[in-house]
Structure formats: C-alpha cells, structure tokens
C-alpha cells in the first residue's frame, strides 16, 4: 500500500518561510510526477505547484509564482522512499490552509494541475500564516 505523508507545516508570520516535506513510502513505480495542492476554510482545493517525472518541468499557481519552489530530493530517496518539498517563502495570510502532497503514477507524467490526474494523496499538513 503507497503511503504519502506531509509534514512541515506550523504558524508562521507574515513574511516567513517554511518547507513542506512529502514522503512517498512503499511504491513501486518510477518516473512519476507529485504536486501540492491547498485547501483554505470554506474553499475547494486548489493547485499550488507540480513537478513532472524529470524534475524538470514544473508548473505553479500565479498567486505562488516566485515565492514557492517544489523539488524532489532524490540524493535522499531510496528504492522504497521518496522525498520531496514545498519551499515557500514571503508568505502571505492568504496562504493558510491545508497542503496536501499527491502522486500521479502515469509514467513520464509532466504532473499537471487537475487534482484527478493524481492517484495518491496525503493527509495534509496545516500552514498558517499570522499577519
């Protein structure tokens, strides 16, 4: 069974940084893309960045775009583990919300910003940004 888990999130004021962590455990397939994706109260979820299988081709939500970076630490990772990260900085307010961590295991996948295309998601982890 894959296991996806977020950790790294807390309160932080505006102005700060935080990294979000993503662990993807018992997997057994390769080249595939993750992304991150958001949830503030009373919103839908909502697409913030993906990173594709090459961990070249990358997409972000405007609202993001220059403060937020994805990676993949694969120095790190194992057969049986992944890592991977959310670096987000000059936070805002408006970035409360839960971030959820997700898999799309189509191979060679450039990742994408529909939450379906996604096969494997974590629990989410909160981020709250005071002002």
């Known amino acids: 069974q894959v296991q996806v888990a977020e950790s790294g999130g807390g309160l932080v004021q505006a102005g700060g940084s935080l990294r979000l962590s993503c662990a993807v455990s018992?997997?057994?397939?390769?080249?595939?893309?993750m992304g991150w994706f958001r949830q503030a109260p009373g919103k839908e979820r909502e697409f913030v960045a993906s990173?594709?299988?090459?961990?070249?081709?990358?997409?972000?939500?405007?609202?993001v775009k220059g403060r937020f970076t994805i990676s993949r630490d694969n120095a790190k990772s194992t057969v049986d583990l992944q890592m991977m990260y959310l670096q987000m900085n000059s936070l805002k307010p408006e970035d409360t919300a839960v971030y959820y961590c997700?898999?799309?295991?189509?191979?060679?996948?450039?990742?994408?910003?529909?939450?379906?295309?996604?096969?494997?998601w974590g629990r989410g982890t909160q981020v709250t940004v005071s002002s």
């Open positions: 997700a898999v799309d295991i189509l191979a060679y996948s450039r990742g994408g910003m529909l939450a379906g295309q996604y096969d494997y």
């Open positions: 018992r997997h057994t397939f390769n080249n595939y893309a």
């Open positions: 990173l594709g299988w090459d961990d070249i081709s990358t997409n972000y939500a405007d609202s």
